[in-house]
């Protein structure tokens, strides 16, 4: 029996594959290719991460993202913006109307999650609080799926997702996706890019270390800067 998070988890899932219908085929671990220049005086919006499509909850962690001039995008800033995010990962309907109260509560829990996975990169014990919260986002929601008939399907389980709980939805979703991720496979393979100032994860393939290929081109252009410029030895 799959639970309330897992459909949810699912639906997201299939999101990201219907959005990626018709595009070039990426094989595993392959870096995703720049999107278009952005207008001018806009900070570039990198493509997700490797590993993103795989993992709501590792784009989720991703979406807070620092560039080179110093500012940070954050695609959870404004209730609109988290709406949107939402959406995009099928995680919420279009036009669910969130507060801002709901925008925090999705940016507190990204704190946390990030706050996990550091942990895990860093084989550092998980701190208490993060797992505090990634638990409680867990229990939000409920899980059973109810009973239902309708002409077309007849008798069928489907997991009620009223608007008032649209948020719990969504964050136990996300916190069911985090722990998949933290507890299986995949968990050896997380990784922090290694261009800074970009402070994204990812899912490494192979010695690839960086989640784009803008900062791969800048982590190399600042290796051979270092060679350039290294003292010769005496």
């Not at 493509?47 to 620092?66: E, K, Q, R, V, W």
């Amino acid at each position: 029996m799959r639970s309330m998070t897992e459909n949810v988890t699912a639906t997201a899932v299939r999101a990201a594959a219907d959005a990626a219908a018709g595009a070039p085929r990426v094989r595993p671990g392959d870096v995703p290719p720049e999107p278009a220049a952005a207008p001018h005086g806009q900070p570039h919006v990198p493509p997700p991460a490797p590993g993103a499509d795989l993992y709501a909850a590792l784009d989720f962690a991703n979406s807070a993202i620092a560039v080179p001039s110093g500012q940070v995008i954050d695609l959870l800033a404004t209730p609109a913006a988290a709406e949107e995010w939402l959406a995009g990962h099928g995680l919420a309907p279009a036009g669910a109307g969130l507060q801002e109260v709901c925008a925090a509560r999705l940016r507190g829990l990204r704190d946390q999650v990030r706050a996990l996975i550091a942990a895990r990169v860093g084989e550092r014990p998980a701190p208490v609080a993060a797992l505090a919260a990634v638990n409680d986002a867990l229990t939000r929601a409920p899980a059973a799926r109810l009973l239902r008939w309708d002409a077309e399907r007849g008798l069928h389980r489907e997991a009620s997702h009223p608007v008032t709980q649209i948020t719990e939805h969504a964050l136990a979703a996300l916190a069911a996706d985090v722990a998949d991720l933290l507890t299986g496979p995949d968990a050896d393979r997380l990784t922090a890019c290694g261009s800074a100032p970009c402070t994204r994860y990812l899912l490494r393939h192979g010695r690839r270390h960086w989640c784009s290929t803008r900062c791969g081109d800048r982590a190399r252009a600042a290796r051979a800067y270092a060679r350039r410029t290294r003292p010769a030895a005496p």
